[in-house]
């Protein structure tokens, strides 16, 4: 055995005397000046050297760093660093001069002699390994930056074996992996400088505790940059690099100090710091300030926010073809994303959202905020009343109740919001601002007993695939005799059954259209289902962003932008990436938008109103629209200044219970919660905030021709069919409604009447009367908030009584007398108090991750 160790140390000696013998032929070659050493080589031996040596690659091909990438918010405030290798790369001006002294000192104290290769240290590795018979290092400062960049490649390019053989110190393949990086080393100081090498070098080397280069380190370890570090700082960091994993003063403290003295005594020893400098720097303490970067979204303050820039991300091609290709860049390309979330505003939503339902409220009650800039579609904030959590538990979820967010993307029948793209669709046809719409004349019962106006398929025969049965039931919680109806006050009080006559008329299908148009889909992007309940009354689900800036599509006269929360992408150089969501486009006329907005004030405005009592302070022009789906499993405000849109969702997020008689942190809702009892003020809470010093801006008035229109005449049609006075409606410019088979007894408004063109004019046959004589009925009661001790709910009741812990079902309108009281329990009510549409048992299972309630049968009150 001992032969044949002696023989394995002559085959390295001659291996390591072979390299050098070519190195420095090389090197003297090359102008170097270094004398050959009488190493008993043939002149045959040494140009074969030379020739081995000349033949290796000499062409280093320095690839850009992995560097993290920062998302930030307006402020400049970092939100997350997301990263596969945490590295900040700067220019050597931005590192303090005493951390190049350190690393030079304790590295290769003749760098800026040499070549690349120091003959000096390569001639005492050779007498050393002969002697002892290991292999000793004798790599400069180059020759290390050569390794890592060799390691760094290997492993981007996913070649472990590489990275490990870039690295390898023994055996043949470390002396001809040392002979390639002599190679490389010779070559790269002739193209770089010294200081473009040092750059290099105090950018990639490992810096342990998973830091990556001196800024990243610094930043870490003391919180602070690297042009601000002293000499003990630069003299522990400068320690490191030898032994990392050994060395770094979060794990090993200890040794971390002894390292770093030893580096202050190499910068004594070469005259780089004096004497008192040296023993001060020695007798510190490490001084450590561990500062943990915000690395990834889900340990970010805005988790939600993040996840949701990500997935954006995602869909951006100038970060990469494919999805996979973006998210490596936006791990290892130093990205700076400038996001336009404001802190100020995010704050806001979360501190009114958490008060007014707190976070895991016993009453499993959720709620959610979202604020869209109008005319840019910038989102500026959002929050919920949940802690971001994977793992879930009351208050805890993945699921962004605001946005689309990838997989967790939630959605919620919209109810009565919806209406809005109706009254657009109504301008756009040409309808005036004041005309009428018609209510019809209740006729029938929904599902849950309260009475309702019965609608036949031919009224939604379009072309869009709309499929329904033979007839559906719609019914309204706010009174409303039949007959003609201003289409703004019909907006105020969200009469469901107005609606669903005015979308009839309209054609069902170019309000879905509109809808479009303006942004409204499904959680998944996929448009708003083609039924009735859909397109009137917001039975399918969408998610508060497309709400928010559907509506801020209004506030911008008209101008719809895709909604984003990105300003801007930067790469590392500083270039400027094109974002491909960043324009805009006109999708209703100016003129339109401003009509819509005049309507679509009087939720807050009119006397009725369904939010009437959220206007915002000091007189700030303001439109709005309440919404409540059946058994108030869901209930929203969405509204806006010309400034800013915010939608607000309550509701529940994990079952479809009605909210009823809840207890909220120390308030207790009595009755059933509608858009008008928590959504409303808390939209109007953050927005009063929110636009606290902020100009006051008024909304663009549309032009007085689009208020009254061109006033016509109600023909007389007594005595015609109904095919004949429709035909003679339409001719004098208004819209009929009613029966389409019979003879005509009457109108309403009447014949002689002067009306707004465009108006609803209802047909009255024998067998249907136009107005019924019984008196309309107060409106349900609302729920009430008291801070008192709840009362035991009372027990059910029949039907005919009124509860002040539910609405009751209305009576009829009809001339016929009511049915008789029921002994069964009261049905749950039907709509809203606003009123708004409702939602029955659902019949669509929710999607894999993406929670959502789902629609139900058409049978609205």
């Keep these: 055995m001992p032969s044949a160790n002696r023989a394995t140390r002559v085959a390295n000696v001659l291996s390591l005397l072979g390299a050098f013998v070519a190195t420095a032929v090389v090197l003297g070659l090359l102008g170097a000046g270094l004398v050959l050493p009488a190493v008993g080589a043939s002149g045959q031996a040494a140009k074969q050297s030379v020739a081995l040596f000349e033949g290796l690659p000499g062409e280093l091909e320095v690839n850009p760093l992995n560097q993290q990438s920062r998302i930030l918010a307006t402020d400049g405030s970092v939100i997350a660093t997301p990263y596969d290798e945490n590295r900040i790369v700067v220019p050597l001006s ?88 002599l190679k490389y080393s010779v070559s790269l100081e002739q193209k770089m400088t010294k200081n473009q090498i040092l750059e290099g070098y105090l950018n990639t080397v490992y810096m342990g505790d998973q830091q990556y280069g001196v800024e990243a380190a610094a930043q870490h370890y003391y919180g602070i940059p690297a042009s601000k570090l002293n000499l003990q700082q630069a003299a522990m960091l400068a320690g490191v690099v030898q032994r990392p994993g050994a060395t770094d003063p979060v794990n090993n403290p200890e040794a971390a100090k002894s390292r770093r003295n030893t580096v202050i005594q190499r910068m004594l020893e070469q005259k780089m710091v004096t004497p008192e400098e040296a023993a001060s720097a020695k007798a510190s303490p490490l001084g450590l300030n561990v500062t943990r970067s915000d690395q990834s979204c889900a340990s970010s303050k805005y988790a939600y926010f993040c996840y949701y820039v990500q997935d954006w991300l995602m869909q951006q091609p100038s970060l990469g073809k494919t999805p996979k290709e973006r998210l490596q860049r936006l791990r290892s390309g130093g990205l700076t994303i400038q996001t336009s979330l404001d802190p100020k505003k995010m704050a806001i939503i979360d501190k009114q959202i958490k008060a007014k339902v707190p976070v895991g409220n016993e009453a499993d009650v959720q709620a959610s905020a979202i604020m869209v800039q109008p005319g840019t579609g910038l989102v500026q904030a959002m929050g919920q009343n949940t802690t971001y959590s994977n793992v879930g538990g009351p208050g805890k979820t993945s699921v962004n109740y605001a946005a689309p967010s990838g997989a967790a993307s939630a959605g919620f029948p919209v109810g009565s919001s919806i209406k809005m793209f109706a009254i657009v669709e109504a301008l756009k046809q040409g309808r005036p601002i004041d005309s009428t719409v018609d209510v019809p004349r209740m006729t029938g019962q929904t599902k849950g007993g309260s009475p309702a106006a019965v609608f036949t398929n031919d009224l939604f025969n379009d072309d869009c695939g709309l499929g329904r049965t033979e007839k559906w039931t719609v019914g309204n919680e706010a009174q409303a005799p039949p007959g003609p109806m201003k289409l703004y006050d019909a907006t105020g009080q969200s009469i469901n059954t107005a609606f669903a006559e005015l979308v009839g008329e309209l054609g069902a299908c170019n309000v879905r259209k509109t809808m479009t148009s303006m942004g409204l889909t499904q959680p998944d992007g996929d448009p708003i289902r083609p039924s009735p309940s859909n397109i009137v009354l917001g039975s399918d689900s969408s998610t508060p962003l497309d709400l928010a800036n559907a509506y801020a599509t209004v506030a911008a006269g008209g101008k719809y932008c895709e909604p984003r929360p990105v300003v801007s992408i930067k790469e590392a150089n500083g270039k400027t990436l094109p974002i491909s969501t960043a324009e805009c486009k006109q999708v209703i006329s100016p003129d339109v938008a401003a009509g819509t907005a005049q309507i679509l004030t009087a939720s807050l405005q009119h006397e009725k109103g369904s939010a009437k009592n959220a206007k915002l302070a000091n007189g700030r022009a303001a439109i709005g629209k309440t919404g409540t789906v059946n058994n108030a499993i869901a209930t929203w405000f969405v509204g806006s200044t010309p400034q800013l849109t915010t939608a607000v969702f309550v509701g529940r997020a994990n079952d479809q219970k009605p909210l009823r008689d809840l207890r909220l942190g120390d308030k207790f809702y009595s009755g059933f919660i509608y858009g008008g009892t928590l959504a409303a003020p808390m939209w109007k809470s953050i927005m009063d905030q929110a636009l606290k010093g902020v100009p006051k801006v008024a909304f663009d008035k549309p032009p007085s021709s689009m208020s009254n229109g061109e006033q016509v005449t109600v023909p007389s049609v007594v005595g015609m069919t109904a095919e004949e006075a429709r035909a003679k409606l339409s001719d004098a410019g208004l819209v009929p409604s009613g029966p389409t088979t019979g003879t005509i007894t009457g109108t309403s408004p009447g014949s002689g009447s002067q009306v707004a063109k465009g108006s609803t004019v209802r047909l009255q046959t024998g067998s249907s009367p136009v107005r019924d004589t019984t008196p309309a009925q107060p409106e349900p009661p609302r729920a009430a908030v008291v801070a008192a001790k709840p009362s035991p709910r009372p027990s059910p009741k029949p039907s005919a009584s009124k509860s002040t812990s539910s609405p009751s079902p209305k009576p009829s309108t009809s001339s016929k007398p009511a049915p008789a009281p029921s002994t069964a329990p009261r049905p749950s009510p039907s709509a809203t108090a606003e009123p708004e549409p409702g939602k029955g048992k659902g019949k669509d299972k929710p999607k894999p991750g993406k929670p959502r309630l789902s629609a139900g049968p058409e049978d609205f009150g």
């Design 94 to 181: 931005k590192i303090a001069p005493i951390m190049q002294k350190a690393q030079v000192a304790i590295e290769d104290k003749r760098f800026y002699e040499h070549g690349g290769v120091d003959p000096q240290g390569l001639a005492r590795a050779l007498v050393s390994n002969t002697v002892s018979g290991s292999t000793q290092g004798a790599s400069t400062l180059t020759q290390q930056y050569v390794k890592v960049v060799l390691q760094d490649a290997a492993l981007k390019r996913g070649d472990k074996e590489a990275a490990a053989s870039a690295v390898s110190r023994s055996g043949t393949e470390g002396y001809l992996r040392k002979l390639q990086q």
